[in-house]
């Protein structure tokens, strides 16, 4: 189980990463999912409702934060769509829906 706290450390930690140059055309280099791990401890030491993660298992969330992502972007560059910073969720008029 993921929480959202969680899931926005992942985040947080693999934007720093990227900054640092820990990327390279495939991808963030192996020892980037050590250091997610290892910050997910930390976290989970303030946070009652996280779990230690693996190494797997944070590629995993990764990927599939990566394919909702590509999804609501795709869905927010149709015509009518567009994101509500607010809801933090995609919106369209009624009209578009019909």
Not at 52 to 69: A, D, E, G, H, I
Request: contains cysteine; hydrophobic residues 45%; glycine residues 6%.
């Amino acid at each position: 189980q993921w929480c959202a706290a969680e899931e926005a450390e992942l985040v947080l930690t693999l934007t720093d990463q990227k900054a640092l140059g820990n990327i390279s055309e495939n991808g963030f280099k192996s020892a980037v999912w050590q250091v997610v791990v290892d910050q997910l401890k930390v976290m989970d030491m303030t946070h009652p409702k996280g779990s230690l993660k693996t190494v797997s298992q944070v590629k995993s969330r990764f990927q599939l934060l990566k394919k909702q992502y590509k999804i609501v972007k795709a869905l927010c560059l149709q015509s009518g769509f567009g994101w509500d910073e607010g809801l933090q969720m995609v919106v369209a008029p009624e009209e578009v829906w019909e």
